[in-house]
């Protein structure tokens, strides 16, 4: 017998005899009902005429491929159950109804069959691959799951904002993927059962509220940042303009302005400057789960040789804790998702005019409310303005009759910001999330540079101000330097 007549005896006709059963002829209508749905919608999707609905997504993407093989697989599954039930009942015909390859009927049957099994397998194949892109997207990551609401919204405002989370949170590699395809079904177990976990918190699982930072399965900035951002393109110093508003009626203004010295590799291949002293190689042991409390560092110096700063007293051992080398995020830890303090948050909303210094005491005001206690963004969102009128109705009624607008639109940048900083849901408020870049509402860098982190020979990580930048003006009203460089 040739193959294709054994294939055709011991195979194709039993598989049609018994393929002819209801669950079967169900796998088939829906296998057939969804993959025709996801074609229109790829089609529909190539001519753009499709809306960003993370749900729109879920259904197509995951969902119908899901049946669409659910449908695959009853067909075979139906061929079973019925050969099995005619075996018990011994029904198994001794001769299957003929194959007839001149029978014109049964030769479209067989063409048909053919024509679908290419068109799954180009289904199924560009469905898992619509999938895994689609799993990969910012819109899947950030906004179909409400738990990523936080470091959603200040994703979207970020310098990051059309860079995928992907590309940081997981950067290239198959070993990378599958790591983070496992933590991702970890993670949407744990989402699914949230609404029951508490009553159970030993065994169900659960995500913890805020979800922890830092990310420790996060990988070396090699594989991630420095894929874009080239360390040895950096150079130069940097120009920073900081706002301050004060709590007095005026909000009176001042300015600090600095000059960063950035540094990087120079053209004589010394590192120098922020950027080129931490890009040789520093470890370091923090002793807290944020990485706030470091005190042992070690340096490599260009030379070779190690230098050892601890900020113990002499003699102590070296602490335990998680041991780190240094890079990119110990300084840009927040490079996607930075949540400013209340006052950061409404002094630069005063110096971009979003909330106007003309309104008496609008500083002190704003801040006072940025900090006050709501229950939900919805909560603040009409305590916030209702609160503001309130102030102005009570303590300067002139203010609401001249400036109105001016107030209303204070009371909206407000709501804006809190909404950008505070997730009561996810127990993230102000400083939850610390920044480690600067020295000022942080410790940032002064988590190392504080002093009192020495070596041996006495010398000790710099807290030399000139070290990092220039102070060219520190709150000063109306700045001279900004007039001489021409950008006031
Ligand atoms: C430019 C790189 C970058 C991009 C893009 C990025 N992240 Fe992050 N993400 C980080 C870094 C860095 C941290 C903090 C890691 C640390 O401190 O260890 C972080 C932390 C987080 C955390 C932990 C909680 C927290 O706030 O620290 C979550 C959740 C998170 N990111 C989700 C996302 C989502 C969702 C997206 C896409 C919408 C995204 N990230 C895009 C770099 C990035
Ligand atoms: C896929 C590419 C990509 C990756 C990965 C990436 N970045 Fe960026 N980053 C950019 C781009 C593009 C900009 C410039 C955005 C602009 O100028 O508006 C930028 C800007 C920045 C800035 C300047 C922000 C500012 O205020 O101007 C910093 C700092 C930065 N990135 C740090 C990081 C760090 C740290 C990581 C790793 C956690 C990282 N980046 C990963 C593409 C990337
Ligand atoms: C020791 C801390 C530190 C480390 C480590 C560090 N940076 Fe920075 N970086 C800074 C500071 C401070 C600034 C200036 C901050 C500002 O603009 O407010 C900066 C600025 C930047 C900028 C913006 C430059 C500009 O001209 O505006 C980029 C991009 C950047 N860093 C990327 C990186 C990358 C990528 C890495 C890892 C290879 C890295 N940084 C490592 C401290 C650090
Ligand atoms: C984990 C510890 C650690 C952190 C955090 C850290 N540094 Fe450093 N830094 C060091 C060590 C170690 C040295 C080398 C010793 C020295 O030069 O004093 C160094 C050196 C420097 C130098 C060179 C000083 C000189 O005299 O040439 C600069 C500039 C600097 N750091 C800036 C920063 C800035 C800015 C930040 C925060 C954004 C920061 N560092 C955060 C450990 C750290
Ligand atoms: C290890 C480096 C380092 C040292 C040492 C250091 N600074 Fe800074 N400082 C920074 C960085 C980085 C920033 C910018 C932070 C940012 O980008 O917002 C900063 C910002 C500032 C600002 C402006 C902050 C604001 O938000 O208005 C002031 C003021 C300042 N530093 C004062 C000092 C003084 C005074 C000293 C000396 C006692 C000092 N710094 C030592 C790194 C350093």
Redesign the pocket.
């Known amino acids: 017998m040739s193959s294709f007549e054994n294939f055709r005896e011991n195979w194709l006709r039993p598989a049609l005899f018994f393929g002819n059963n209801p669950i079967s002829l169900t796998g088939g209508a829906i296998t057939t009902a969804s993959g025709i749905t996801m074609i229109s919608y790829w089609l529909a999707e190539l001519a753009g005429q499709l809306s960003d609905n993370p749900y729109l997504g879920i259904i197509f993407f995951l969902i119908l491929p899901l049946l669409f093989l659910t449908g695959l697989a009853l067909i075979p599954i139906g061929i079973l159950l019925r050969r099995r039930k005619l075996r018990n009942a011994g029904r198994i015909p001794p001769e299957f109804p003929r194959i007839d390859l001149n029978d014109r009927v049964f030769r479209h049957g067989l063409d048909i069959v053919l024509v679908a099994t290419i068109v799954n397998f180009l289904v199924v194949a560009t469905a898992s691959y619509h999938g895994a892109e689609y799993m990969d997207s ?1 819109q899947f ?2 906004r179909s799951c409400h ?2 609401k ?3 919204t ?3 405002i ?1 310098p ?1 904002s059309h ?3 992907v ?3 997981i950067g290239s590699g198959a070993q990378a993927y599958v790591d983070a395809k496992i933590n991702g079904t970890k993670q949407l177990i744990e989402v699914t059962f949230h609404p029951v976990a508490h009553f159970a918190p030993r065994i169900i699982p659960n995500y913890p509220e ?7 399965s ?1 990988r070396p900035a090699r594989y ?2 420095e894929g874009c951002h080239t360390p040895r393109r950096f150079d130069g110093d940097k120009l920073l303009v900081k706002s301050n508003f004060a709590d007095d009626e005026q909000n009176t203004e001042t300015q600090t302005v600095l000059i960063l010295h950035l540094g990087g590799v120079d053209s004589l291949l010394r590192y120098t400057g922020i950027h080129g002293v931490h890009l040789g190689h520093i470890e370091y042991i923090a002793t807290d789960s944020s ?1 706030t409390t470091i005190p042992w560092v070690e340096r490599q110096n260009p030379d070779g040789s190690f230098t050892q700063y601890s900020s113990l007293p002499a003699g102590s051992s070296i602490p335990k804790g998680d041991r780190r080398v240094m890079d ?2 110990d300084c ?6 930075t ?1 400013v303090t209340a006052e950061q948050a409404v002094d630069q909303a005063m110096s971009t005019g979003a909330i106007s210094p003309n309104l008496p005491w609008i500083h002190k005001e704003g801040l006072a409310l940025l900090n006050g206690t709501y229950t939900s963004q919805e909560q603040a969102g009409s305590q916030i303005p209702a609160a503001l009128q309130a102030f102005y109705r009570s303590q300067n009624p002139a203010v609401l009759e001249q400036n109105s607008a001016l107030v209303d639109q204070a009371g909206k940048e407000l709501v804006t910001l809190y909404d950008q900083n505070v997730f009561p849901f996810m127990n ?1 408020t102000w400083g939850t ?1 610390p920044n480690h870049i600067g020295h000022m509402d942080y410790p940032g860098c002064f988590r190392c540079h504080d002093g009192s982190h020495a070596a041996k020979d006495g010398t000790s990580i710099t807290q030399d101000c000139s070290a990092c930048h220039n102070l060219l003006a520190v709150e000063e009203a109306k700045p001279k330097v900004l007039s001489d460089l021409g950008i006031q």
């Open positions: 910012p990551c950030g738990v990523m936080p470091e959603f200040a994703y979207q970020s990051h860079v995928a989370c590309d940081c949170h805020p979800i922890p930072s830092p990310v420790t996060l991630t940042c990485r990119c995020i840009h830890n927040r490079a996607a998702h949540f993230v999330h």
